[in-house]
């Protein structure tokens, strides 16, 4: 009986302080904005509702409006995000050297114009610190540390 009461004391004040986080959970539109700040079930289907209704949430995230931070333009590609994704280690060591598959793969895939690749491959080299900026780097800040690059 005494575990009973434990788990439920611990429940009980886990789930307020879920309740709390809830609170974001209605994602981005004119219904996060208008019912900002406002907590309660009621609010939040309501402003669900709106966002849903509206249907501006496509339009903000392309946009970058509505407090949606629009994607950066290389992790806006599919292949290419994927390609990084599933080569990190082979692209570093490729860029590392200036040369190699995976980074001719990327290359390509970053539609950089024949005539520009070595060169490109060269500054890629040279920036690799920049690149893979710690042991803990992700596909997405390897690909938004390109973007920054190849600018």
């Known amino acids: 009986m005494k575990k009973l009461l434990a788990v439920l004391g611990v ?11 809830l609170q974001d959970n ?28 509206l249907g501006n949430q496509t339009f903000a995230i392309s946009s970058g409006t509505l407090d949606a931070k629009k994607p950066d333009s290389l992790v806006e590609n599919k292949a290419l995000r994927e390609f990084v994704a599933g080569n990190m280690d082979n692209l570093a060591k490729d860029i590392a050297m ?6 001719d793969t990327v290359t390509e895939l970053m539609a950089v114009p024949e005539g520009k690749r070595a060169e490109f491959h ?3 080299q040279a920036n690799f610190s920049n ?11 390897v690909l938004n540390n390109l973007e920054q690059i190849a600018i």
Not at 131 to 141: A, K
């Open 98 to 103: 200036g040369r190699g598959e995976t980074l």
């Open 26 to 53: 209605v994602g981005i539109g004119f219904g996060t904005m208008i019912f900002q700040g406002q907590t309660g079930l009621v609010q939040q289907v309501l402003a669900a509702t709106t966002n849903s209704f």
């Open 122 to 124: 060269k500054n890629l």
């Open 11 to 21: 429940m009980a004040i886990g789930g307020g302080v879920m309740a709390d986080e």
């Open 131 to 141: 690149i893979y900026s710690s042991e803990s780097v992700t596909h997405l800040d």
